[in-house]
């Protein structure tokens, strides 16, 4: 009973250490301090935690760093005074219960300072033999977001030892066009038995852009995946990379009528990338002007207002009749957030339909 109780109490601290975390980072909301925290004398609550992270009591220690990764994520003030508890943090890494490491890893990650010291511990983490606490180093190097020429071959090669470690996917997104490096691991993991990581491999390719053309084969490929969404993030990242393929956008296309309207607004997204290539797709978005789902609605505006601007920066008359249809359904829609993208479209089909200037004499 006394196990089960404790592991009670760890479930319920990890749930409320996430919902902060996602509040406070995913989202951008800064949270308000905690009353209790309000009225807390900061410098002193980080010193005793410090202290409590050195001591002999396992639960102090877990305490001790949850407390400082929470209230870190909940209070800027506090979170900036907490950049003296780095070194107890780096420190608790290497504890022997994995619980504090993990918190410890979670703190580091919301604190995110003294990167010098920061970055290369958590790369150590990334090879802990507790899958949580791996899992949690690498989010923490995705927040921290800093020293990418340490941070993304640790990350790549952590993909590379198939450890189960699904975050180190997710945290290369950060890095954007430095996720380079990792780019044979994530073309090996396009392969995955899980369609998730295919999905997040594709994802981060897609962040790199033009400079992963070495990955235009194997989205290719991917582009036939047996789930519907690593396909759509494979055209996606086609796309992205600037392999507009025809295939990429049939892709797509198809699935602007799944009935997932989550995949609908994706798919409508995923065409507006394509730019001039997407033009066999402007019937298509029209029809999704009426599409049930709002978001679906405001994202096939938008998208058709990309390919509307592109074919005019392209000079590109061939679709003006298509364009005109887009232009009478987008002005005649009841959704505000729909004829709001009336405007790009016009002006877009006025230059297009504007007689070329004339030759000089």
Do not use: Y
Not at 75 to 89: E, S
Not at 157 to 164: I, N, R, S, T
Not at 265 to 278: D, E, T
């Amino acid at each position: 009973m006394r196990a089960r109780q404790s592991c009670g109490a760890h479930l319920t601290l990890f749930i409320g250490k996430h919902i902060a975390a996602i509040l406070a980072i995913c989202t951008g909301i800064a949270l308000a301090p905690f009353p209790a925290l309000a009225q807390v004398d900061i410098p002193s609550a980080i010193g005793k935690h410090i202290r409590d992270l050195g001591g002999k009591d396992p639960r102090a220690r877990l305490s001790a760093a949850m407390e400082l990764g929470n209230n870190a994520s909940a209070d800027p003030k506090f979170r900036t005074a907490a950049a003296v508890a780095v070194p107890a943090l780096v420190r608790a890494l290497k504890d022997q219960d994995a619980t504090v490491r993990h918190f410890a890893a979670f703190a580091l990650g919301i604190i995110d300072a003294q990167e010098e010291v920061t970055v290369p511990a958590l790369i150590a983490a990334l090879h802990d033999p507790d899958n949580s606490v791996r899992e949690e180093a690498a989010d923490a190097l995705r927040s921290v977001h800093a020293e990418p020429a340490l941070s993304v071959p640790a990350l790549a090669a952590a993909l590379a030892a198939q450890d189960g470690n699904g975050r180190a996917t997710e945290a290369l997104i950060a890095f954007g066009n430095e996720a380079r490096v990792a780019l044979p691991a994530l073309i090996d993991l396009l392969q995955h038995q899980d369609s998730g990581e295919r999905w997040k491999a594709a994802r981060v390719i897609g962040s790199i852009g033009p400079d992963a053309q070495a990955a235009v084969a194997a989205l290719t490929v991917a582009l036939k995946d047996p789930a519907e969404d690593v396909r759509l993030e494979a055209a996606a990242a086609l796309a992205e990379v600037g392999a507009n393929l025809p295939q990429a956008l049939q892709v797509a296309s198809r699935l602007l009528g799944n009935e997932d309207p989550h995949l609908r607004r994706r798919a409508a997204g995923v065409i507006g990338m394509f730019g001039v290539a997407g033009e066999p797709a402007i019937a298509a978005l029209t029809g999704r002007l009426r599409d049930e789902d709002s978001p679906v609605r405001s994202v096939a505006a938008h998208a058709l207002a990309q390919i509307a601007e592109a074919l005019r920066d392209g000079h590109r008359t061939d679709s003006v009749k298509e364009l005109e249809d887009a232009l009478a359904k987008l002005e005649q829609n009841d959704d505000s957030e729909v004829r709001v993208k009336a405007a790009a479209v016009d002006e877009a089909l006025a230059e297009l339909k504007a007689p070329p200037p004339a030759q000089p004499q």
